[in-house]
């Protein structure tokens, strides 16, 4: 009998349409001779939509769906109820593939939901991503592991009534330019690079529509690169090897992600003084310090210098046809359908240890 995998995609959050790109890469690399699949769309308003498969995703025609979907919190059920016409449809789960990104996804929201239900999944816990989204917390942790980081000024959305005070206390710690971040958001969505005061103050404005916790870091001059990382729990951590991105805007943001063709990466790039190994070590100690499971990219600027400078993890790393994380592993020899399976097969094994 096959095992039967419930891809959710879409949520609530600003990455919403990422999430979708990056359900249509998974679904269409589940083994089929394996695994029995059910997806479920989350649109943007937040209603759970059953869904047949990939094509509706592609053509966006699941959000016309008809039959809603309601993930049971019983333990002792482990099931998915389908809303139908003509009465309710129990159907059994064996493991989830939460292909969210973001808040509501990749917060550790939706991940306790999981807990309740006693349900395997693919992926990190609800304390690895909650601290992992955000951007302010996983600083705080990564201060005590001994890892550079880009330093920063926390500022509260409430504080930005006196703006000049806050202005002030940034310009007081760092010279221009600066980059602003909200601290819980995916995709550099509200993310902005300040040259000046005006620019700062719109800066710190627009991550304010994104969430009520900002940074300001200092800008790191180097080259941008990033991790994959597997494992976890009481098992070994694998790293892949780096990839570098060669953004073709002024830093790495939206756009120059998933819209800007001239924006490309390059897997194992050339790295002063052993960079490339400094990088995997330290992405494997972070993905352990947050309690990581199952998979995460990492993130970290490496210096002219060879120094390794993290800069973010993100537990859900996007998994679209153009994403490092599935890339990495490609680089190590895993295609795709080897790499999904992987996943599925260590989220079936979570509450094994």
């Not at 180097?222 to 951590?237: L, P, R, S, Y």
Request: with cysteine.
């Amino acid at each position: 009998m096959k095992t039967k995998v419930l891809v959710i995609f879409g949520g609530q959050s600003s990455e919403h349409i990422v999430s979708c790109m990056s359900a249509v890469n998974v679904i269409n690399h589940i083994d089929r001779s394996r695994y029995e699949v059910m997806l479920i769309g989350i649109t943007e308003e937040g209603k759970w939509l059953y869904t047949e498969n990939a094509a509706t995703i592609q053509d966006e025609s699941w959000r016309k769906g008809t039959i809603q979907a309601v993930l049971s919190p019983d333990a002792t059920e482990q099931c998915v109820l389908l809303l139908k016409e003509d009465g309710v449809e129990k159907c059994k789960v064996d493991v989830v593939f939460p292909v969210l990104h973001g808040l509501y996804g990749e917060d550790g929201t939706i991940q306790g939901l999981f807990e309740l239900a006693r349900l395997p999944y693919v992926g990190c816990g609800v304390l690895a991503s909650a601290v992992s989204m955000d951007k302010l917390y996983t600083k705080i942790i990564v201060d005590d592991l001994g890892v550079r980081q880009a330093d920063y000024v926390p500022v509260m959305r409430r504080e930005l009534s006196s703006m000049e005070q806050v202005v002030k206390r940034v310009e007081d710690k760092f010279s221009y330019p600066v980059f602003i971040k909200p601290s819980n958001a995916g995709s550099s969505r509200g993310v902005s690079k300040a040259s000046c005061r005006e620019e700062l103050e719109k800066g710190l404005t627009e991550a304010a529509r994104h969430d009520r916790k900002i940074l300001v870091e200092e800008m790191i001059v180097g080259h941008e690169i990033e991790c994959a990382v597997f494992g976890g729990g009481n098992g070994e951590v694998i790293a892949s090897g780096v990839g570098e991105i060669l953004a073709a805007a002024d830093f790495y943001d939206f756009e120059a992600k998933y819209y800007n063709e001239e924006s490309r990466t390059v897997v194992n790039p050339v790295l002063p003084n052993g960079a490339a190994e400094k990088v995997r070590e330290a992405a494997k100690r972070i993905f352990r310090a947050v309690d990581g499971y199952g998979l995460a990219r990492v993130d970290f600027f490496v210096t002219e210098e060879g120094e390794a400078v993290f800069n973010e993890i993100n537990t859900l790393p996007g998994f679209t046809a153009i994403s490092m994380y599935p890339m990495l592993f490609e680089a190590e020899g895993i295609e795709k359908t080897e790499l999904v399976t992987r996943l599925i097969e260590n989220g079936l094994s979570r509450y094994e240890a």
